[in-house]
Nanobody
Framework: QVLLVESGGGLVQAGGSLRLSCAAS????????MAWFRQAPGKEREFVAG????????YYADSVKGRFTISADDANDTVYLQMDSLKPEDTAGYYC??????????????????WGQGTQVTVSS
């Protein structure tokens, strides 16, 4: 059993920054893929960024590459998403997710088995 709890969302003006945190309990991160997804009202869930411990590999959606940075602190069982140069189009609920790392890293939300409750990010113009 893996429990994920997100925090750090809020309201920020365009061009500002936020840092999201995903605290995990139950299992170590070393055998899991971790990812951030987001979903705005009326839209499908969208992959944002991912992390795999092997090689400390990171993965990003093209829409956030160069602006967002995913990182992990295994000592604290926490995954972070540093969000810089925020745009109004980044407004969404952000969700932390995890899956066992059996195959290649996946951006498909349907393959992730553990989910946090979400944290809202709102970017004003």
């Amino acid at each position: 059993q893996v429990l994920l709890v997100e925090s750090g969302g809020g309201l920020v003006q365009a061009g500002g920054s936020l840092r999201l945190s995903c605290a995990a309990s139950g299992r170590a991160f070393s055998s899991y893929d971790m990812a951030w997804f987001r979903q705005a009202p009326g839209k499908e869930r969208e992959f944002v960024a991912g992390f795999r411990w092997a090689g400390a590999s990171t993965y990003y959606a093209d829409s956030v590459k160069g602006r967002f940075t995913i990182s992990a602190d295994d000592a604290n069982d926490t995954v972070y998403l540093q969000m810089d140069s925020l745009k109004p189009e980044d407004t969404a609920g952000y969700y932390c997710a995890a899956k066992r790392a059996f195959f290649r890293f996946s951006r498909d939300h349907a393959l992730y088995t553990y989910w946090g409750q979400g944290t809202q990010v709102t970017v004003s113009s």
